[in-house]
T-cell receptor, first 108, second 119 residues
Framework: KNEVEQSPQNLTAQEGEFITINCSYS?????LHWLQQHPGGGIVSLFM?????KKHGRLIATINIQEKHSSLHITASHPRDSAVYIC??????????WGAGTKLIIKP | DARVTQTPRHKVTEMGQEVTMRCQPI?????VFWYRQTMMQGLELLAY????????DSGMPKDRFSAEMPDATLATLKIQPSEPRDSAVYFC?????????????????FGAGSRLTVL
């Protein structure tokens, strides 16, 4: 069993839809990252969370430490949101353990 | 165990001085990250290399920061001139990263960090 599980693995939605990507982990963590990678591009750090909720524009990230679960939400999705979204947790040894990513496609 | 080696571990310098931090990634890894951690900002991604090519340095103040990877065994992060707001712990991480392939979890190994204090 992977220590970081993301779901869904692939997601296709229509423009304007509300998107949720989930991340569950099984290790003790000091922080959780949500990252974004566009095709052919680098990785952009969206959020780093250790508790609660963060919001940036149309992106919202939440984390529940007790349940070892985090979600990334995108409101009013747009085709430019199409990318791979990655959940990564940092454990107490400063290892960053990545999920396999969720490939999101937003159709116009 | 293979590890990512960062030097120096601690650096205290005066404002305006040049600072160079070095990182030796794990042999065989294709990805090197530079992160900065502060109390206020948390962990910020500064730069990212894949197969030694810089792919994303959008998180880095380019007027004073530069990141290079002259060969597969060395990554450098340079600040010139340094400012007090640059005081932070700078982490290098390397990994063999496959994204979006459904290959399961990938592990990125971090170095112990370089603690920089700019007076």
């Amino acid at each position: 069993k992977n220590e970081v599980e993301q779901s869904p693995q692939n997601l296709t939605a229509q423009e304007g839809e509300f998107i949720t990507i989930n991340c569950s982990y099984s290790v003790g963590i000091s922080a959780l990252h949500w990252l974004q990678q566009h095709p052919g591009g680098g990785i952009v750090s969206l959020f780093m969370l250790s508790s609660g909720k963060k919001k940036h524009g149309r992106l919202i990230a939440t984390i529940n430490i007790q349940e070892k679960h985090s979600s990334l939400h995108i409101t009013a999705s747009h085709p430019r949101d199409s990318a791979v979204y990655i959940c990564a947790v940092m454990d107490s040894n400063y290892q960053l353990i990545w999920g396999a990513g969720t490939k999101l496609i937003i159709k116009p | 165990d293979a590890r990512v080696t960062q030097t120096p571990r601690h650096k205290v310098t005066e404002m305006g001085q040049e600072v160079t931090m070095r990182c030796q990634p794990i042999l065989g890894h294709n990805t090197v990250f530079w992160y900065r951690q502060t109390m206020m900002q948390g962990l910020e991604l500064l730069a990212y290399f894949r197969n030694r090519a810089p792919l994303d340095d959008s998180g880095m103040p380019k007027d004073r920061f530069s990141a290079e990877m002259p060969d597969a065994t060395l990554a450098t992060l340079k600040i010139q001139p340094s400012e007090p707001r640059d005081s932070a712990v700078y982490f290098c991480a390397s990994g063999l990263v496959r994204i979006g392939t459904g290959a399961g979890a990938n592990v990125l190994t971090f170095g112990a960090g370089s603690r920089l204090t700019v007076l």
